[in-house]
């Protein structure tokens, strides 16, 4: 019975602890070339689209945390399985995983939490992003959940990446002149 109760609860950290966790995690850094004051409004309506919910942080300075359980890869494609992000965008290891032939480990709930802060550098802007991925891990036992807990792990960097080359394109693309047509 207590096997059960286990996998029924689970422990959601306060927003507090959740930013404070995410900003203590390395950061993936670009500088645009545009100043904080256009960086910054186009970042956060962006990771806003991207299903972020954000809130300002007095962690640090000029900075954003938010959350999300809806990522999407480079392409712009949702991501769904949550072996594969835990695999391609984490630093955890799944390989110890497998207890035994007849049980396996299903990650459910995979939520991630995200990091920005903008600087001024020169006549740009340098934005921070990161990422702390977490999920609750049930070990199933010929299909019949036996227990289960709470668990998380940093970014690689590659998805962080991806996000900040796709908010640079769009800065770009907005900067862009219009092309006038004369008739």
């Not at 404070?20 to 850094?29: F, L, N």
């Not at 910054?40 to 300002?56: G, K, N, S, V």
Request: proline fraction near 5%.
């Amino acid at each position: 019975m207590q096997r059960w109760l286990t996998l029924a609860l689970l422990v959601v950290p306060s927003a507090a602890a959740q930013q404070k966790r995410i900003v203590d995690t390395p950061s993936v850094t670009y500088v645009f070339a545009q100043p904080c004051n256009t960086v910054r409004p186009a970042a956060l309506a962006y990771f806003q689209q991207e299903d972020f919910a954000l809130i300002a942080s007095d962690l640090c300075k000029d900075c954003v945390a938010g959350s999300t359980k809806h990522l999407h890869d480079a392409a712009g494609h949702r991501l769904l399985n949550n072996g594969k992000i835990i695999d391609t965008y984490t630093t955890y290891s799944r390989q110890y995983e497998k207890p035994s032939p007849v049980s396996w480990i299903a990650h459910t709930h995979l939520h991630t939490d995200a990091a920005l802060s903008f600087m001024p550098e020169g006549s740009g802007c340098e934005m921070s992003l990161h990422f702390k991925f977490g999920w609750y891990g049930a070990e199933l036992w010929l299909g019949i959940p036996i227990e289960g807990d709470y668990a998380g792990a940093y970014s690689n960097g590659k998805l962080e990446a991806a996000y900040l080359l796709t908010l640079q394109q769009q800065i770009k693309a907005r900067e862009a002149p219009q092309s006038l047509s004369i008739h």
